[in-house]
């Protein structure tokens, strides 16, 4: 009698110990699966908010000084969550019409900072840094204490830049050059046709659009992110790039 006393408080524990083991698993399913649940709701909520910040663009016409800082999203997204990272790379293609449209940029006729008829992701990181590399060749050239706000004037003076009018330079940028400091002359001028071809860029009108109409944008099939962007430069009715007005 005791032992079978003794057998059915074990066959008891047994069922108990069962029953919380039984209990307890469920309980962690659910919590697991409400921990998914939540994980997923927050990552399509990523989603969601990483596209609109591009999909906002998509067929819809900005000037070229949105687009830089177009550029300047892409390439700060690449650096932190793309490249090797945890999610693919986000690219930026830019058309910019025929080789002969280039010179609607180009104060006389040669590019120095638009070389291409389109701007891939490898050059986009030129166009983002074009300010600060033009002040840092300036002061190699021994032109020091340069801004933008002093190349935004040089361009808006180009004519008389590149005719080496000392006193309209020295007037603009501080500095005591005579017609003797050719070298020096000539950085100034290379950096103002730079700086115009930059400044008539951003005055341009784009569209982020295929050739053909359709929407600009490229998605990864595997995360659902916006992986590319397209965008291409407006024409007026005579086929010129549209812009807001000239220097």
Excluded at 122 to 150: D, R
Excluded at 222 to 234: A, C, L
Aim: charged fraction near 20%; charge should be negative; glycine fraction near 4%.
């Amino acid at each position: 009698m005791e032992n079978a006393s003794k057998a059915l408080l074990i066959a008891a524990s047994l069922f108990f110990a069962i029953m919380i083991l039984s209990l307890l698993v469920m309980l962690y399913n659910q919590i697991s699966s409400l921990y998914n649940q939540q994980s997923q709701q927050k990552i399509e909520q990523q989603l969601i908010e990483f596209n609109k910040k591009f999909e906002n663009y998509d067929q819809r016409e900005i000037r070229g000084s949105d687009l830089v800082s177009i550029m300047n999203m892409i390439i700060d997204y690449n650096t932190r969550e793309a490249n090797g990272k945890e999610y693919p790379r986000l690219d930026l293609e830019i058309y910019l019409g025929t080789a002969d449209n280039l010179k609607e940029y180009s104060y006389d006729g040669t590019n120095y900072l638009i070389t291409s008829s389109n701007i891939d992701e490898n050059q986009i990181s030129v166009f983002s840094t074009t300010t600060s590399n033009l002040i840092n060749n300036l002061s190699s050239a021994g032109i020091n204490n340069v801004t933008e706000s002093k190349l935004q004037q040089l361009a808006s003076n180009i004519r008389v830049v590149l005719n080496s009018d000392t006193d309209k330079i020295n007037q603009i940028l501080k500095t005591d050059l005579t017609p003797t400091d050719t070298a020096k002359i000539s950085s100034i001028q290379t950096a103002t046709k730079t700086y115009y071809e930059f400044t008539q860029f951003k005055r341009a009108h784009f569209m982020c659009t295929t050739a053909s109409g359709g929407t600009g944008l490229t998605y990864d099939k595997n995360t659902g992110r916006i992986v590319k962007m397209t965008f291409r430069v407006m024409t007026t009715e005579t086929g010129n790039i549209q812009f807001d007005g000239t220097i």
